[in-house]
């Protein structure tokens, strides 16, 4: 059973207080959880001795997506069956900032109706893959209303949008694995015959780059663009993917990142997920046991351990704080490296 809360909803949206989770009160010494596995030497450049998470907030359904916002100084993540993202900030704490965050339909496509995941465009618009709409769309934070960017392929409903990732040159990355509809891939709702992997150009133009995934969850783009990264969240095939790509953004053949076949069946929490990389392009990688921290050669350097299954990561603050949405809870480690784009 989640720990409930009560929490003042501050938007215009939402103007009553109501049972939700919690902010943890600043105590002067804070509630921490999880410990750090060290594999490699390289992982003490990058994580500091004596590094836990901090509990900053619990009580959640199940917490995903975090994305910083660096020109407002905040965090946004989203409670998939909650339907609601939230907003957290060191000074503010945690807040509301947009519910319904997805479906508002009288007849739900499965339990997973909020957003997934959030990611900022170059313009600076949030973009959400919203889970219950099976659409990728941008909220328009002047009325909190919604525009559909795109929401099939070639004339059929996507699965339910998952995570997404911005190329500097404005094209959208994003997946799309079944895990919003009540029976993914059996669902009689499911119109496509693949779960995708698909790239939408800033004109509009929508491809699909690849398909033969079982479950495509998260994805991210290295430091310097030329290599994309794409886990698939399935216990029989738990593995990282990693797709050299063409000067026209395209992939080439994937190649196995890591394979995490051995950590499932040792029983570690979690499936592969979500992602984020450093300035240096290690990379930081939701997955069976916590947060598995990878070099570029693909190199196992250790696990920053939660103790639960662990959905995303996101850099925030100064760059040097990793977020990580974990089950029920919001945490964050303090680390020595930067994230990238800080």
């Not at 809360?5 to 921490?32: D, H, I, M, N, V």
């Not at 509990?55 to 609601?84: C, H, M, S």
């Not at 909220?139 to 996507?158: Q, S």
């Not at 450093?278 to 997955?287: I, Y």
Request: proline share 9%; aromatic share 8%.
């Amino acid at each position: 059973m989640r720990t409930p809360a009560r929490l003042l909803l501050a938007t215009g949206l939402l103007a009553a207080a109501a049972c939700s989770p919690q902010t943890e009160p600043p105590p002067e010494t804070p509630r921490t959880t999880g410990r750090v596995e060290r594999l490699d030497a390289r992982l003490d450049e990058l994580v500091p001795p004596g590094a836990v998470f901090e509990i900053l907030a619990e009580g959640f359904e199940w917490a995903e997506g975090p994305v910083w916002r660096k020109t407002e100084g905040y965090l946004l993540f989203t409670d998939i069956p909650k339907n609601t993202i939230y907003q957290w900030s060191g000074n503010r704490g945690l807040q509301v900032f947009l519910r319904p965050s997805g479906y508002t339909g009288s007849d739900p496509p499965g339990d997973e109706l909020g957003a997934n995941g959030l990611a900022f465009a170059p313009d600076g618009h949030l973009v959400l893959c919203d889970h219950g709409n099976r659409v990728v769309a941008r909220l328009d934070e002047t009325n909190y209303t919604r525009v559909t960017l795109a929401g099939g392929y070639e004339g059929r409903r996507f699965n339910s949008p998952n995570d997404l990732v911005f190329h500097s040159g404005g094209d959208l990355y994003f997946t799309d694995p079944p895990f919003g509809l009540r029976h993914q891939d059996a669902d009689p709702a499911k119109e496509l015959p693949f779960n995708g992997v698909y790239r939408l150009r800033p004109d509009g133009t929508l491809s699909l780059l690849i398909e033969d995934l079982t479950r495509p969850n998260g994805i991210a783009l290295s430091p310097d663009e030329r290599t994309l990264y794409v886990s698939n969240a399935d216990p029989e095939r738990p593995v990282w993917m990693a797709y050299n790509l063409r000067p026209d953004g395209t992939p080439e053949q994937g190649r196995v990142f890591f394979d995490g076949t051995a950590l499932v069946r040792a029983g570690k929490p979690g499936l592969p997920d979500g992602m984020a990389l450093d300035r240096a392009g290690n990379l930081f990688a939701t997955g069976p046991g916590g947060v598995l921290v990878f070099s570029p050669d693909g190199t196992h350097l250790g696990t920053l351990e939660t103790g639960r299954p662990t959905a995303n990561v996101a850099f925030g603050e100064d760059g040097s704080t990793l977020f990580a949405t974990a089950d029920d809870t919001l945490l964050r480690m303090r680390l020595t490296t930067r994230g990238l784009g800080f």
